[in-house]
């Protein structure tokens, strides 16, 4: 029975089978996805065992193939896996097809790789992040995190071409290593990756004339009077709305209605703090100490997006690639040894 | 080089592959050894013509420039050629070629009334690994076109049994080497692929349905690598599973290129 089984297991035609049943059901399937995007549009946005507790399990209508496929394509592992054995058992009568069974490890390793990735793994998109700020990575590398040294977006011709973003990755508040990212050049660290997926901008302050010159307002500038007065920046938000109350309340990001909230100080009298809406002027408190300020333009600054993924069978997959490589290249040698010896299988 | 010399040096090509379709024919029917000699010689010229543009353009660019539906039909026509003349001279197949060579003409056909203006290369294009993968897809493409061609033949060979095509066992061995070069070649594209998207999306396999027909490219081609051991799909199946192959293949890349929306756009 044991010997039948491991026949069975080994049978080429069994791969064969498997492979074409994987190869139509997989085809039905790409249809379904097609058809259903809502269900199956997000599918690579997490790990496949994430996408089945949400998505899956919810559509079992929809998503009944991807666990056939599945048991298509593990049970073509199993029987690669088996041909291997079967094949190392017998290696020195057979090592001349050792490029296909390199094929056959590669194969292996990957979908093992994939499995481990599928259920073990994690992505994360649109992690925002700003100059000078720390990203923790509690959830997918505990006690780590990113920090953003850097960012620039580059442009060729006006036209976007690319975002270099200087990561530190930290381990408990040390730096382990700074390295630039950009597209097609991601940071990894073990099983983490961390890619640019796109970037934003963000109005910090404004800049604006004044009798002194240009200068630029953001919260924290300071702006010394001739008098001895003391204007400081507190806070500034790109588009408020004030309430019935009379209050100031941020109500987005894009520059429409910018604010800054002031503090004057005086050597002799107290302070005084309140808003400067600078589409209704400056406040009368200001004007009545001779400020004059005329706002220009928004000082923009930049926010890196980053996808930040751990696959743990990545390295894994790896092998399995290079396997394949020197597996197809050794197959490609001995196939043209075999036609030059003119072996090859018995025709018809 | 300018577009307007590309198309002319194109147009040339084509007429080339067009004149060797035309010899390959009269062979066929006068048998003249002269005819299949010149046909190789215009195939060549043909090929030579194609070679030049795209080095030209690879120059030109800075980047191997097959991003847009122009250049990917321009390259699969240059990849089948070169895929012909392998076999043409490894075994002199002569006009057992017909069928790639009208399937070239009607892919260089369909690329020519197209823009070739080479396009700035979108940074993430900007990698080696694609020039890799894409080099192996199209030239796996045009093996199993090519082992498309020699499953027709073998058909109509059978039906025949003409002594114009070669014999069954030589377009069966033909086929079978058509099938492992571009299983070869394809395996290459996936790994190469593989390593891309893992660099530029963070994972190494994608669900997105171009990348999902073309593992199925790979498993299908897989299962014909191993379908060779049986007898019973030795030669007649073997001819009908690379016909089928072959449709499979024109689906990935045309069928989701244009139809589909594919993170592998043509146009």
Sequence with gaps: MPTRLWNLLCNLKLAIWLASVATVLTMAGSIVMIKYPKTFGSIDQMILADWFARFGQARPGLSWWLWLVAGAVLLLGLNTLCC??????????????????LIHLGFILCLGAFVWGSLAGSRSEG???RVGESLPLAGLLPGHALRLDTFEPVFVGGQFSDMRSTLTLLRDGRELRTEVIRLNHPLTEGDLIVLPATFAQEAEGFRCDSPQGSIELRPGSVLRLPDGRVLRVLRFFADVRRGGDGRIYPVGDEVNNPAFELELLHPQDGPWRGWYLLREGLPAPLTAAGIQLQPREPLLRAISVLTINRDPGAELAKIGGILMGLGVALALLSFYAKRRRGDRPELD | MSPALT????SAAFAAYLGATLLYLGHLKWRRPGLAQAALVTVSSGLALQTTVLLARWLAAGYLPVTNLFSTLFFFSWALAACYLYFELRYRIRATGLFVLFLNLLLLGAALPRDPAIKPLIASLDTPLFTLHIICSFVGYAFFAMAFSLGVLYLLQQRLGTDLFPELPLLRKLNEEAIFLGFVLFTLCMIFGAIWAFVAWGYWFSWNIKSVWSFIVWLFYAGMCHAKFIKRWQGTGYAWL?????????FTYLGIGLLLSSNHPLD
């Design chain 1, 84 to 101: 291997f054995f079967d094949w190392l058992l017998r290696i020195r009568a057979r090592w001349r097809k050792s490029g296909e069974y």
């Design chain 1, 127 to 129: 992690n925002a992040i």
């Design chain 2, 7 to 10: 198309t002319v040096l194109l």
């Design chain 2, 242 to 250: 690379s016909i089928a192959g072959f449709g499979v293949v024109l």
